[in-house]
């Protein structure tokens, strides 16, 4: 069972901490950022299918939220900060993540220590109702490329997103910035750094994309970014 360990007031934000097995330092940090506007309807949802999740693993979920003013890449340079795991991964609010997400990165932790990054595929939800999943390669020499398989359909590779698993000692220190894309930029500069690496063939991150529903665009609408 998860429970609340601490809540730390920072400057910009307030970090709820939900901490696995007792007196057992987590071994991976989930990390989930939100806004007042997308609390209820978008943030609890996520956290309490996380929980659900994690059970009684040494794994913690960190979830913070903020006064609305804070760019999304100082949001998420606080919750790197905060995290203790040896790994952390993102998981935006709006967005979704397969039933055995956690077991299946939770065993590639497991067996394979010292691994950079663990890295899955994504399921692309679009407003039409279509979707598309998605593979990873962090060999690529470009962001992306797109070809077609045997049977005509379309098909993606792209560069280790952010979403996926990191080994927090080789990251710690890649600031995100308060821009649009900040998430690509970051991804490119950490995915120079991956080594060792395990990759999950299956669909484990479930995105939602909806650029009505962006937060990087409100946040420009709003203060200006």
């Not at 009684?56 to 203790?84: H, M």
């Not at 039933?99 to 220590?113: H, L, T």
């Not at 649009?180 to 395990?198: E, G, P, T």
Request: hydrophobic share 35%; glycine share 4%; aromatic share 12%.
């Amino acid at each position: 069972m998860l429970h609340i360990a601490e809540a730390v007031l920072c400057q910009t934000a307030t970090v709820l901490l939900l901490q696995g097995a007792e007196l057992v330092m987590p071994k991976w940090s989930i990390l989930v950022s939100t806004t007042p506007k997308r609390y209820n309807n978008c943030f609890l949802k996520i956290i309490f299918h996380l929980e659900k999740l994690v059970g009684d693993k040494p794994i913690e979920i960190i979830g913070l939220f903020d006064n609305y003013y804070t760019g999304t890449g100082s949001k998420r340079n606080s919750i790197i900060a905060t995290a203790q795991g040896e790994y952390i991964s993102f998981v935006d609010d709006d967005d979704w993540v397969d039933d055995s997400y956690v077991e299946k990165i939770w065993e590639a932790i497991c067996q394979n220590p010292g691994a950079d990054s663990i890295y899955f595929n994504t399921l692309v939800k679009k407003p039409d109702g279509s979707s598309q999943e998605v593979r990873y390669d962090h060999t690529l020499p470009q962001d992306h490329k797109f070809f077609y398989d045997s049977e005509g359909r379309s098909q993606s590779v792209l560069k280790v997103p952010f979403t996926c698993a990191w080994r927090t000692s080789i990251v710690r220190d890649i600031p995100f910035e308060d821009t649009r894309s900040q998430d690509i930029a970051w991804a490119r500069l950490a995915n120079k750094r991956i080594s060792k690496f395990v990759y999950i063939e299956d669909p484990l991150y479930i995105y939602n994309f909806d650029i009505r529903k962006s937060e990087a665009k409100d946040l420009e609408e709003k203060v200006g970014l």
